[in-house]
C-alpha cells in the first residue's frame, strides 16, 4: 500500500509557464514533508520542505503547498526554465517514526523551451 | 547541507558476488541511511545505520544480504551480497541533518548491474 502517491507519473509545461505537482499521503502521522529533483545518473536533490504547522512555504521559484485535511501537497514552480526538467519525488516523514523518509514514485517533468 | 561521495558510482557484478558501496560525508552525522531505487520506482529505505551501533532494516531487507558498517560519524558502507539479477539497482547513500534531522541529502547513487 502507498503511504505517498504522485498520481500523474510525468508532467510536461511550456517554459515560462507554472508547473504543479501533485502529491498525496494516507498516513495520518506524517507530519514532515520534502520534494527532491534528481536528474538522470545523480542523486535526488533536496529543494523545499514544510512542516505540518504551515501550509505554505516558499523560496524562490518553488512554493510548496500544504492541504492538511485533504492529506495533499503541491509543489509550484514560476516560471518554469528547462533546466527544471527532472523527475520530482515526494517525501513524508513522521517525527514519532524518527527520520523514515517515505518517498512517492515521482513525477517527470519536461519543460519545454 | 552536506557534501556525499559515494564510490563506486556504477558497477556491472556477476551473480552470486558481492559488491561494497562506499559512503563519504564531508562532516560528522549521526544518522546515515541506504536506499534502493529499482528501475521505474522510488526510492524505498533499506535501513538505517547510526555510529555504535547495529543498523536497523526495513521490512523485507536483512543483514546477512545488506551489511552495513558504521565505523565513525562520517563513513558508512553497504555490501550486496550474492547478488542476483533482481539486485540489479541504484543505491543511494543519505543522511539527515538540520533541525531535528529532518532534511535528507543524498549521494549521487551507485548504479548496479547484475548479470
Known amino acids: 500500500d502507498q503511504q505517498v502517491k504522485q498520481n500523474s507519473p510525468s508532467l510536461s509545461v511550456q517554459e515560462g509557464r507554472i508547473s504543479i505537482l501533485n502529491c498525496d499521503y494516507t498516513n495520518s502521522m506524517f507530519d514532515y514533508f520534502l520534494w527532491y529533483k534528481k536528474y538522470p545518473a545523480e542523486g535526488p536533490t533536496f529543494l523545499i520542505s514544510?512542516?505540518?504547522?504551515?501550509d505554505k512555504n516558499e523560496d524562490g521559484r518553488f512554493t510548496v503547498f500544504l492541504n492538511k485535511s485533504a492529506k495533499h501537497l503541491s509543489l509550484h514552480i514560476v516560471p518554469s526554465q528547462p533546466g527544471d526538467s527532472a523527475v520530482y519525488f515526494c517525501?513524508?516523514?513522521?517525527?514519532?517514526?524518527?527520520?523514515?523518509?517515505?518517498f512517492g514514485p515521482g513525477t517527470r517533468l519536461s519543460v519545454l523551451p | 547541507s552536506a557534501v556525499i561521495s559515494q564510490k563506486p558510482s556504477r558497477d556491472i557484478c556477476q551473480r552470486g558476488t558481492s559488491l561494497t558501496i562506499q559512503c563519504q560525508v564531508d562532516?560528522?552525522?549521526?544518522?546515515m541511511f541506504w536506499y534502493r531505487q529499482q528501475p521505474g520506482q522510488s526510492l524505498t529505505l533499506i535501513a538505517t545505520?547510526?555510529?555504535?551501533?547495529?543498523?536497523?532494516?526495513e521490512s523485507g531487507f536483512v543483514i546477512d544480504k545488506f551489511p552495513i558498517s558504521r565505523p565513525n560519524l562520517t563513513f558508512s558502507t553497504l555490501t550486496v551480497s550474492n547478488m542476483s539479477p533482481e539486485d540489479s539497482s541504484i543505491y543511494l547513500c543519505?543522511?539527515?541533518?538540520?533541525?531535528?534531522?529532518?532534511?535528507?541529502?543524498f549521494g549521487q547513487g551507485t548504479r548496479l548491474t547484475v548479470v
Open positions: 514544510i512542516s505540518s504547522i504551515k
Open positions: 517525501a513524508a516523514s513522521a517525527s514519532n517514526y524518527g527520520q523514515n523518509f517515505v
Open positions: 562532516s560528522q552525522v549521526t544518522m
Open positions: 545505520a547510526n555510529q555504535g551501533s547495529e543498523a536497523t532494516y
Open positions: 543519505s543522511v539527515a541533518i538540520g533541525h531535528l534531522n529532518t532534511e535528507a541529502f
